[in-house]
């Protein structure tokens, strides 16, 4: 009698015996369009179907395989797709010149804006409406196509992101793993020499200063280039380099006005008054929307954005030390001289250069500086974005635990949450290596200082988490049994299987399945089976360690 794993290991021969038949038609012709009617050699096997009538099987079972539920087995497994992607297959012969062409128009794009700005980091300048189309909003998207391509790639799942398109993107430079800006010409590029050119493009006009108050900051950027352009065009020396004039030359920098007419015109006398309209518009929008998140691309109110951006970049560092002063003396007023108070006032000054009381810096003192974190405190400001949305995501895995009898195992395709399976194989990436080390702080600490080389934060281009942020991660996922390294049995049926078992749990809250439950026939009967191979020891301790997580019991008759 022919057992099922005998007849599995035909299966995969008898696949790859055709694969390499198809391999050595593209050695051949140099594609895999195989016709119908192609005949070769091997064909003399009774046991191998024609050529043609395999590749095109491949297609269909591919179609099938992505109306398919994730994780169901099928014939054509994702170890299979990716064989056949290495060598460049395509998977939809009838359109692929269409799409080949349309990708190929797209790269030279991206070619030609790498070749100009020596980056593929391409900026999002805004949404297409009746009015504007903004400038590489096209590129931009196809950007994020390709980056999702590539994490499918990593992911080992089927994905448009061939060899050669690979091999393409990245003898350009393309970058992976972060779009923010890192290096000093990527800084000058984003946001404001990217913001000027969108303004450009907008009104249709060379000279936009009217309007560079639309994007806070730009004013005093495009004067401190004017200063630096001038110098290179008279001595050809100074911070401004032949790149960097090159790029203001092409927009007829030359021919640009320094100043913002409309903001001279409109704005409030002072630094202070500034900051209080801004801080009313603050609130209005909190009390619109129920958050101070404000986008950092909001059409609505652009300076909002980048204002709400300022403050946390000057004020953040301060904001944790106000916290804890108002901790310390238990009432929370700014005004109390209090020695929590009076560490906030002296970090200010040493932050900012104040050398004496009432001092100023453009019309702001040290005291100024106290009352905008008050009130920004009162009002709930969100400091750190990214901690907030870390802090929401670790919630949400409390709660999984809670309903999942103590479990912190998400899988990464969790139907009814993917963003918390993404979210938690992420933090086994960012933080799995250090956790390991044990419950000492400090040494996570230091460990951590050591992997990065530095002593504040964790890395130039890790969205600024600091070493005290990371080994608060750690510490908290700790404290609730995180697991770091989760078991990888490799057995689909299997897994299956189980997944009907933690479904029952979370229904009845037990795993003393009935021989006669419906819903997942055969299901008691696999549970039977597991305590008998239990006993027996031919359960892998990734098994053991999944069924004990959902709290199996292995003698059924206690």
């Known amino acids: 009698m022919t057992t099922n794993r005998n007849k599995n ?16 038609f593209k050695d051949k012709f140099g594609h895999t369009n195989v016709p119908r009617k192609y005949v070769d050699d091997d064909e003399e096997d009774d046991d191998l179907c024609p050529l043609g009538n395999w ?16 994780g169901k087995a099928g014939p054509l497994t994702p170890e299979r797709i990716a064989k056949l992607n290495a060598i460049d297959f395509q998977w939809n012969p009838g359109k692929q010149a269409e799409y080949d062409n349309a990708w190929n ?4 794009e991206l070619v030609d804006f790498q070749q100009k700005y020596n980056t593929t980091k391409v900026p999002k300048l805004g949404c297409k409406d009746d009015k504007n189309d903004p400038p590489f909003r096209k ?45 000093k010409d990527e800084k000058w590029l984003k946001p404001y020499y990217f913001n000027l ?5 907008k009104y249709n006009m060379i000279d936009v200063s009217e309007h560079y108050h639309e994007y806070r900051g730009l004013a005093k950027w495009v004067k401190r280039q ?73 059409q609505e109110d652009p300076s ?21 002063a108002e901790e310390l003396d238990g009432q929370g007023k700014v005004g109390d001289t209090t020695a929590g108070e009076q560490r906030l006032r002296a970090s200010v000054a040493l932050a900012f250069n104040y050398s ?30 990214l901690e907030e949305q870390w802090k929401e995501k670790y919630q949400r895995l409390i709660a999984f635990q809670t309903r999942e009898n103590n479990s912190t195992l998400v899988f990464h395709d969790y139907d009814q949450d993917p963003e918390l399976g993404q979210w938690v194989e992420k933090q086994r990436v960012l933080y799995g290596e250090f956790a390991r080390m044990g419950d000492d702080v400090e040494a996570l600490k230091e460990s951590i200082r050591r992997a990065f080389d530095t002593s504040t934060y964790a890395a130039e281009g890790e969205n600024g988490r600091t070493v005290e942020t990371m080994a608060s991660r750690i510490s908290r996922l700790n404290s609730i049994g995180f697991v770091w390294d989760p078991p990888l049995v490799g057995d689909d049926q299997w897994m299956e299987k189980y997944q009907k078992l933690r479904a029952y749990v979370k229904e009845f809250d037990s795993v003393l399945v009935p021989y006669d439950y419906s819903a997942a026939p055969g299901l008691g009967n696999w549970v039977s089976q597991q305590r008998r191979s239990y006993k027996w020891k031919t359960l892998s301790k990734e098994q053991i360690f999944l069924l004990e997580s959902i709290g199996f019991v292995w003698d059924a008759s206690v």
């Open 9 to 24: 290991l035909r299966d995969d021969e008898r696949w790859n015996e055709n694969y390499n038949r198809l391999v050595a």
């Open 55 to 70: 590749v095109n099987n491949q297609r269909t079972e591919y179609r099938v395989y992505q109306k398919r539920t994730k």
């Open 105 to 108: 128009t797209m790269f030279q």
């Open 139 to 183: 590129l931009f998207g196809w950007i994020e196509g390709q980056l999702a391509a590539y994490n499918k790639l990593m992911r080992n799942q089927p994905t448009s992101l061939t060899p050669d398109r690979l091999r393409r993107l990245e003898s350009i430079g393309m970058s992976w793993n972060t779009r923010r800006a890192v290096t």
């Open 197 to 201: 050119v969108a303004l450009q493009h």
């Open 226 to 298: 004017k200063h630096d352009y001038d110098k290179y065009l008279q001595y050809g020396e100074g911070r401004m380099t032949a790149w960097r004039f090159g790029l203001l030359q092409s927009i007829n920098f030359a021919r640009m006005s320094t100043t913002c007419k409309e903001e001279i015109a409109s704005s409030p006398n002072s630094n202070n008054e500034r900051w209080a309209m801004m801080y009313i518009k603050l609130q209005a929008y909190k009390e619109q929307y129920g958050s101070t998140l404000v986008p950092t691309e909001w």
């Open 304 to 324: 909002l954005a980048l204002w709400v951006s300022t403050q946390r970049v000057k004020y953040g560092q301060l904001a944790s030390i106000s916290t804890m």
């Open 356 to 385: 004496y009381p009432g001092q100023s810096h453009q019309g702001v003192t040290a005291e100024d500086i106290v009352q905008r974190i008050s009130l920004l405190n009162e009002i709930d400001f969100v400091w750190d974005p």
